[in-house]
C-alpha cells in the first residue's frame, strides 16, 4: 500500500508499505484524507525528534476496515476522526479526564507497519500518510457519516488542539479579549474557538497582510501585521495572548501584552532547546504563561462536540481546506505549506 515515508533524510511516498492487522483494543481504518499540519514538516526538520523510518502523517479521517476483539464503539464501515492519543483510559490522569497527560500517550512510538520487512515507526500513534494504519480504539471516534472527510481529517489535530485551547485550557469567557499572533492552522481555529466562546475583542496577528480576510472569517474582530500595534486596541493588554508560531520573541510579546490576571498560552513549537525569557516581576498581577498540549482534548468528548458545531454552522472546517492533493502531489504539499501558500493543506487517499 501507499505511504509518506521518512528516513531520516528524504520524504518519500512509497507503494510497498504493510500494515499489521489490528490486535486486541485496537482499529484498523482506512485513511480518505489526511491534514498536513506544520509537526509532520518539524519532524523532516528536526525539530521534533523522532526515530526513523517513520510514516508521517497524525490529522486523519477515514472509514474502519476491522477491529480487535473487546472493541464496540466502532465497527467496520463507521466513518472517525482519528486522534493522537494513544492514552490507556486506566490510569489517574486518564480518570481525572486528562487524557494529555497519560504517561502511556507520551513517547512510545508503536511500530505496526513493516517495509521490505523490516519496521518502520508510527507518528504520533497515528500516521495518517498511509492508505491504512491501526490505532487504539481510543483514538477513533466515530462521526456523521455526512461530513466530508477532508473537513472531518482537520479535527483531529488543528481543531483539537486550536479550539481546544481556548475552550479547555484557557477557558475563555464571554466578553474576554484575546490576543492571536499567528493565523496558521492552529491560529485559525483559536480564532474561532475564541468566537464560538463569545469573546468581545479577538485581535490577530500576521505578518502576512493577506491573511486578514481569512482571520476575519474565522472570528478576529482587529487584524494586525506586528504587535506593535496591540495597544491601541487592547490598551490595558489582553485577557488571553496565544502564540501560535514557537519563536521565542513571540513568546516574549505575548507575555508582555497581557493585562491584569492575563495568561499567555504557547501553542506554537519551538526547537526543543529553545528557551525564551520574561521579566519576572512582570507576572506579579496574576499573570500567568500556560504550556498546553493538544488543547487538553478529551478526544471521544470534544471530537463529537465540534462535529456538531460543524454540523450547526458554528465551527468551520470546509474554509480550513484550503487544497486538497493525491498522496502522488505530496512534494507540492509540502513546498506551498512552506511557502505559506495554504492554511490547510489536505493530502487525499
Known amino acids: 500500500m501507499r505511504g509518506v515515508v521518512f528516513d ?3 520524504i518519500e511516498v512509497v507503494d510497498d508499505l504493510v500494515v499489521r492487522d489490528p490486535g486486541p483494543g485496537e482499529v484498523r481504518v482506512a485513511i480518505s484524507a489526511a491534514g498536513l499540519c506544520h509537526s509532520d514538516l518539524s519532524v523532516v526538520d528536526g525539530t521534533i525528534p523522532f526515530p526513523v523510518p517513520v510514516v508521517l502523517g497524525h490529522e486523519g479521517a477515514g472509514v474502519v476496515e476491522a477491529v480487535g476483539s473487546g472493541v464496540t464503539h466502532v465497527r467496520p464501515g463507521d466513518h472517525v476522526a482519528l486522534s493522537t ?3 490507556c483510559g486506566t ?3 486518564c480518570d481525572r ?8 500517550a507520551i513517547g512510545r512510538p508503536g511500530r505496526p507497519f513493516t517495509r521490505g520487512g523490516q519496521p518502520v515507526f508510527q507518528f504520533a500513534s497515528n500516521s495518517a500518510f498511509a492508505e491504512r494504519t491501526v490505532v487504539k480504539a481510543v483514538q477513533a471516534v466515530r462521526i456523521p457519516k455526512d461530513i466530508p472527510m477532508p473537513s472531518a481529517a482537520l479535527i483531529g489535530c488543528g481543531v483539537l488542539t486550536g479550539v481546544g485551547a481556548v475552550l479547555n485550557r484557557a477557558k475563555v469567557d464571554r466578553g474576554d479579549s484575546v490576543l492571536v499572533i499567528g493565523t496558521g492552522g492552529i491560529g485559525l481555529n483559536v480564532l474561532q474557538g475564541a468566537r464560538i466562546a463569545g469573546a468581545l475583542r479577538i485581535v490577530a496577528v500576521d505578518a502576512n497582510p493577506a491573511k486578514e480576510e481569512v482571520a476575519r472569517r474565522f472570528g478576529a474582530t482587529h487584524f494586525l501585521t506586528s504587535t506593535e500595534g496591540v495597544r491601541d486596541v487592547l490598551p490595558t493588554g489582553a ?3 496565544f502564540e501560535c508560531v514557537g519563536r521565542v520573541e513571540l513568546i516574549r510579546q505575548a507575555i508582555d501584552l497581557l493585562d491584569r490576571h492575563g495568561q499567555a498560552v504557547l501553542l506554537g513549537v519551538p526547537p526543543a532547546t529553545a528557551e525564551a525569557s520574561f521579566l519576572v516581576s512582570s507576572l506579579f498581577l496574576d499573570k500567568s504563561i500556560l504550556g498546553c498540549r493538544y488543547g487538553a482534548s ?3 468528548r470534544d471530537i463529537a462536540l465540534y462535529a ?3 454540523r450547526e454552522g458554528r465551527l468551520l472546517l470546509d474554509e480550513l481546506v484550503t487544497e486538497t492533493y493525491p498522496v502522488e502531489d505530496f512534494e507540492k ?3 506551498d505549506a512552506e511557502a505559506g501558500r495554504v492554511a490547510r493543506g489536505v493530502v487525499t487517499f
Open 8 to 10: 531520516g533524510k528524504r
Open 239 to 241: 485577557d488571553h495572548a
Open 85 to 87: 492519543l494513544a492514552n
Open 333 to 335: 504539499a509540502v513546498g
Open 97 to 104: 479526564g486528562r487524557p494529555t497527560m497519560c504517561r502511556q
Open 91 to 93: 490510569c489517574a490522569e
Open 308 to 310: 456538531d458545531l460543524y
Open 298 to 300: 478529551r478526544p471521544q
